[in-house]
């Protein structure tokens, strides 16, 4: 909903919003560029608004939400306006996966940015907007298939995944989304090669697969990984296209990479200039963002998936080799953490030691007490142990670390917390 104002304020378009009093790291851009943030309040809509309401908001949680129906307001939800709005554009180019549809869409931007007038939207809270925009570069989210309203002329699609089991019934409810969503899409899909749900899906539209493997349309080849990166050798067949060298971390983030490669390939982009703008993406926020206090690295990472975790923790283990790698999880949701429980522990023991926050619930889920973060702790093999954020202490036994802080609820109260007991020791901070 933030990267959404800022995009339609650059745009032109008088913008305000409600949410709220608790600070959300989202907040900082729509401040700096002026728009209005006001409290839940009933004074702030009228008729005469377009009102866009987020997915978490609903008549009986919601003052505004409940005075707009009960006057007969019209309002639109986030994904039913992108519906709309996304037509006004040549071309529109959705990003969809399980994972990765952040860094992949933030990628894209970032190039096709420098490229042409291009508005994107992205999941981190950034959004850019132009007037003759002839792109537009979103994401697409399958939760509750938000997805459904889009009909965009492109599409990535990551992979498919297990999640949202508040939701989903099983990865075949998944999968069969993603198909219908795919159905939709007009000129050309960019589908990850080695997912098997991928590869079954039907659509109308060209399907173009991405991967290292021999039965890829785009493939790359010659995969260096550094600790300064990744480069690869892209080619379309056996048409080489050229190298590419991405500044991220990760299997994962090369194949996000040639993704993004491939799309600008078929929008026929020149691939040189591509490459070096590619060489300078910044990352996402809240995606492998890292800070130094003294020796000590500290990686915050929004991953709360096993996949995510998984990726995360491997790309720590590509930039820092030579230090021990300290997860500090917490997990987000009952019904999440119930339905992976092992796969989570499974994953987690690729840290050296892990610690773990109490579970984050989300305000669409009710505790059941079915499970508990103790839970978690007692599977996971290496050395875990359960933290409060008002004594972060045990983590400082650990000398030459990188501590990878991971969650999407609240996760950042605890680094913080570290950060400030990191300050009492030392005076270094980058």
Request: hydrophobic share 35%; charged share 25%; no cysteine.
């Amino acid at each position: 909903m933030s990267a959404l104002a800022l995009m339609l304020h650059q745009m032109g378009e008088n913008v305000q919003g409600s949410d709220q009093t608790k600070f959300y790291f989202t907040q900082r851009g729509l401040e700096a560029a002026g728009i209005k943030i006001l409290p839940f309040d009933t004074k702030n809509i009228t008729p005469e608004h377009e009102v866009i309401v987020g997915n978490a908001f609903h008549a009986n949680n919601n003052i505004e939400v409940a005075f707009a129906e009960k006057n007969n307001f019209p309002y639109k939800r986030y994904h039913e306006f992108l519906g709309t709005f996304m037509t006004r554009f040549e071309a529109s180019i959705g990003v969809a996966g399980a994972h990765g549809k952040t860094s992949t869409t933030g990628m894209l931007a970032h190039i096709l940015r420098y490229l042409t007038d291009t508005s994107f939207l992205i999941g981190d809270g950034t959004g850019q907007g132009h007037k003759d925009a002839k792109y537009f570069v979103f994401e697409s989210d399958e939760y509750e298939r938000h997805f459904m309203p889009y009909h965009p002329e492109y599409t990535i699609i990551t992979n498919i995944d297990f999640d949202h089991p508040d939701y989903f019934h099983d990865i075949e409810d998944v999968a069969s989304a993603f198909n219908d969503y795919a159905k939709q899409v007009t000129k050309g899909v960019f589908a990850y090669g080695e997912d098997p749900y991928l590869r079954k899906l039907e659509t109308p539209t060209p399907i173009h697969y991405y991967g290292t493997e021999a039965n890829d349309d785009y493939q790359a080849r010659n995969i260096t990984r550094t600790t300064a990166g990744s480069t690869f050798d892209a080619y379309y067949h056996e048409d080489f296209l050229g190298q590419f060298k991405v500044p991220t971390f990760g299997k994962h983030n090369v194949l996000n990479a040639l993704a993004v490669v491939a799309v600008l390939h078929q929008l026929g982009m020149d691939l040189e200039k591509s490459a070096s703008y590619m060489a300078t993406f910044p990352g996402v926020k809240r995606r492998f963002a890292e800070k130094r206090i003294g020796d000590t690295i500290i990686i915050d990472d929004f991953a709360h998936h096993p996949t995510e975790i998984e990726a995360t923790l491997d790309a720590a283990r590509q930039k820092y080799p030579d230090r021990e790698i300290i997860a500090v999880f917490q997990p987000h949701t009952f019904t999440r953490t119930i339905a992976l429980l092992d796969d989570f522990a499974t994953v987690l023991n690729h840290a050296d030691s892990v610690y773990l926050a109490e579970i984050y619930g989300s305000a669409r889920e009710v505790d059941t007490h079915e499970v508990n973060v103790r839970d978690l702790a007692e599977k996971i093999q290496k050395p875990a142990t359960i933290v409060p954020e008002d004594d972060l202490s045990p983590l400082l036994n650990h000398k030459k670390a990188a501590y990878v802080f991971m969650g999407a609820g609240d996760i950042q109260k605890y680094e913080y917390a570290f950060e400030e007991l990191l300050g009492l020791t030392t005076d270094n901070v980058n």
